[in-house]
T-cell receptor
Framework: IAGITQAPTSQILAAGRRMTLRCTQDMRHNAMYWYRQDLGLGLRLIHYSNTAGTTGKGEVPDGYSVSRANTDDFPLTLASAVPSQTSVYFC??????????????FGPGTRLTVL | GQNIDQPTEMTATEGAIVQINCTYQTSGFNGLFWYQQHAGEAPTFLSYNVLDGLEEKGRFSSFLSRSKGYSYLLLKELQMKDSASYLCAVQDSNYQLIWGAGTKLIIKP
């Protein structure tokens, strides 16, 4: 593993199904993030984690949950998918050190379609 | 509310110079980032400004005026590979990134 990986690359899902998007980083970054990106809108933060064992809600958390059991992994779960959750999902990580440029590194994304 | 504004799309000619503007209104300011995103790919970091002035990095430069809530990204000697979306993002008082919708830059030969 080099950097940050996501799985699956793409998925078509029936509405009402449960789905977990996986994210793993090997940079020992403290902070991790989940964004969704929709056409015409900026990246919108769903959930974040400043360090292992803690999580927080972003701008659009409804319908999503996360966990951070260890430093490397940050899965995103859709409990019961709805068509409005059709989007491209990006996982990102950063050192999480306040007071300086906290550059975020992004995974390749998961393209999710909910029918 | 928090708001980041950038033009939706710009067109420029190979070899020329283009300036992409970004204005922002956020709750607090802890730096401004520019990212590049090629179609179908992840965003990648280009630059960071936290003090007023110009930061130069090869063909790319980024400028910040905190009093005006304004930044621009300047791309010189444009190449076809510079065709991408350019995302402006501001780190707010909670150190969260607030993102603009991005500017799609089209380079013509």
């Amino acid at each position: 593993i080099a950097g940050i990986t996501q799985a699956p690359t793409s998925q078509i899902l029936a509405a009402g199904r449960r789905m977990t998007l996986r994210c793993t980083q090997d940079m020992r970054h403290n902070a991790m993030y989940w964004y969704r990106q929709d056409l015409g809108l900026g990246l919108r933060l769903i959930h974040y984690s400043n360090t292992a064992g803690t999580t927080g809600k972003g701008e659009v958390p409804d319908g999503y949950s996360v966990s951070r059991a260890n430093t490397d992994d940050f899965p995103l779960t859709l409990a019961s998918a709805v068509p409005s959750q059709t989007s491209v999902y990006f996982c990102a990580s950063s050192d999480g050190v306040a007071g300086g440029p906290d550059e975020q590194f992004f995974g390749p994304g998961t393209r999710l379609t909910v029918l | 509310g928090q708001n980041i504004d950038q033009p939706t799309e710009m067109t420029a000619t190979e070899g020329a110079i283009v300036q992409i503007n970004c204005t922002y209104q956020t709750s607090g300011f802890n730096g401004l980032f520019w990212y590049q995103q090629h179609a179908g790919e992840a965003p990648t970091f280009l630059s960071y400004n936290v003090l007023d002035g110009l930061e130069e990095k090869g063909r790319f430069s980024s400028f910040l005026s905190r009093s005006k809530g304004y930044s621009y990204l300047l791309l010189k000697e444009l190449q076809m590979k510079d065709s991408a979306s350019y995302l402006c993002a501001v780190q707010d008082s909670n150190y969260q990134l607030i993102w603009g919708a991005g500017t799609k830059l089209i380079i013509k030969p």
